[in-house]
């Protein structure tokens, strides 16, 4: 614990020289940005970021083939899957709903001069949603492997760990070799996790001394907002459920966590942060690992509380810009879209952005006014990344405190709280 409240410490503080260094450098000296980011701080975020990627296909992999085995039997997958699915679903849904209450009270489109005359963006098209839900079994696995697609990864581990399950003694010798991979990947976490202090400093100062302070003066209300419901959800809506669901301490919960928030702010990606989201749930938050094995990633993938609060804010924002007021039907097909919009964005930089053209196109909003959003959205996109994970790390500390009560009923599980 010692060493983790260290490496805690360590990339907070990296966290804020990076923030310094990046607005002193985009302020004082750009010129000496030019040179010193495409040759240190490039290089060294990257490095790091492709350190933990480079972990994250394995490890879930791995880590899901053996939390669905370890549970044993198919009903208890069933029930910890509901209870996981419907903590998504229902946070989602309050973040959304939240992020538009402050979007009508800050009116953040309703003052300033926006140009929507130069606006340009180009939306791709979303797929259909039947598509989408048949899209989860994968054709081919060692494809959905190679292209890094999660959900299908998922799939395919669920149904392999649930084959383990039932074969049992028969297919020991895999489960062992699962098992030992397991072991490996969790020990490179941890040794990446010691260049993390490094690794995040660079990528914030590159971030920011690219990004630099004008944007944000004009779009100081949106961001407000934005940032504003983040931290509302955060402390009530995680900090509320964890204490009263989960039985834990809100501060003993975020300051636990705070290694893996900060991982994620400075990489601006659920899916690259998980490795570490998981080893810091299990460990600093005591999360059985068979729980924190099926929450984390399928949470990583789907759930994306901080996503959805941009988009919700970002619709009422584009709403008032360009002067259409939306109806109490439009505002609840806002609801839906940005639920399905945050489950089917992607947990890498930026993809949240891209899925608001969905929620817009939904209620006849343009979608140029991404346009006017998307200078602003670096830092926005670190902070909800942020939040995207602490949310699947409160599932986790629910789902096994409520698992506890099973527990006697489960010897052979594993599940040791
Ligand atoms: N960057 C976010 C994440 O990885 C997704 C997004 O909102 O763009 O969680």
């Not at 000496?32 to 992999?61: A, C, E, H, N, T």
């Not at 709903?97 to 098209?125: C, H, I, Q, R, W």
């Not at 893996?260 to 490795?275: G, Q």
């Not at 990583?300 to 709403?319: E, K, L, P, Y």
């Amino acid at each position: 614990m010692a060493k983790n409240n260290n490496l805690t410490k360590k990339i907070i503080i990296a966290l804020i020289l990076g923030l310094l260094v990046g607005f002193a450098l985009n302020f004082f000296a750009p010129g000496l940005f030019g040179i010193i980011d495409p040759y240190v701080l490039y290089p060294l975020g990257q490095l790091f970021l492709k350190l933990i990627k480079m972990l994250v296909v394995p490890l879930v992999f791995v880590s899901i083939v053996l939390g669905v085995a370890g549970l044993g039997d198919p009903k208890k997958l069933g029930r910890i899957g509901t209870k996981t699915i419907s903590y998504f679903l229902v946070t989602t849904t309050v973040a959304i709903v939240l992020a538009m209450a402050v979007g009508y009270m800050m009116k953040p489109g309703v003052n300033g001069t926006f140009d929507t005359e130069g606006a340009s963006y180009e939306a791709a098209e979303a797929p259909p949603v039947i598509d989408t839900l048949l899209n989860i079994i994968p054709t081919n696995p060692i494809e959905s492997m190679t292209s890094g697609n999660m959900l299908q990864i998922i799939a395919f581990a669920v149904f392999i760990g649930l084959a383990l399950a039932v074969l049992g003694e028969k297919t020991s010798g895999v489960y062992k070799i699962v098992e030992q991979t397991n072991e490996i990947m969790m020990y490179l976490v941890n040794l990446v996790m010691k260049v993390a202090p490094y690794g995040a400093f660079a990528l914030i100062a590159s971030a920011i001394g690219k990004q630099g302070w004008d944007a944000f003066k004009v779009m100081g209300m949106y961001f407000t907002a934005v940032m504003l419901t983040l931290l509302i959800h955060t402390v009530v809506t995680y900090g509320g459920t964890v204490s009263l669901l989960g039985k834990m301490n809100p501060i003993k919960f975020f300051k636990g966590f705070a290694p893996a928030m900060s991982v994620a702010f400075s990489t601006s990606s659920s899916s690259a942060t998980l490795p570490v989201s998981m080893d810091t749930a299990q460990k600093n938050l005591n999360v059985p690992k068979q729980v924190s094995s099926f929450v984390q990633p399928l949470g990583a993938t789907i759930n994306m509380d901080g996503t959805a609060i941009m988009q919700g804010v970002a619709t009422i924002f584009i709403a008032q810009v360009y002067g259409v007021d939306l109806s109490m039907s439009q505002l609840l097909m806002v609801v839906l879209t940005a639920v399905l919009a945050s489950i089917g964005t992607a947990g890498v930089p930026g993809v949240g952005l891209i899925m608001l053209a969905m929620v817009l196109k939904s209620v006849n909003l343009p979608v140029e006014g991404i346009a006017l959003i998307i200078g602003i959205d670096r830092l926005l996109d670190m902070t909800r990344t942020a939040v995207n994970i602490t949310g699947d790390a409160a599932c986790a500390v629910i789902v096994a405190e409520s698992e506890k009560k099973h527990v006697s009923s489960n010897q052979n599980s594993g599940l040791s709280v």
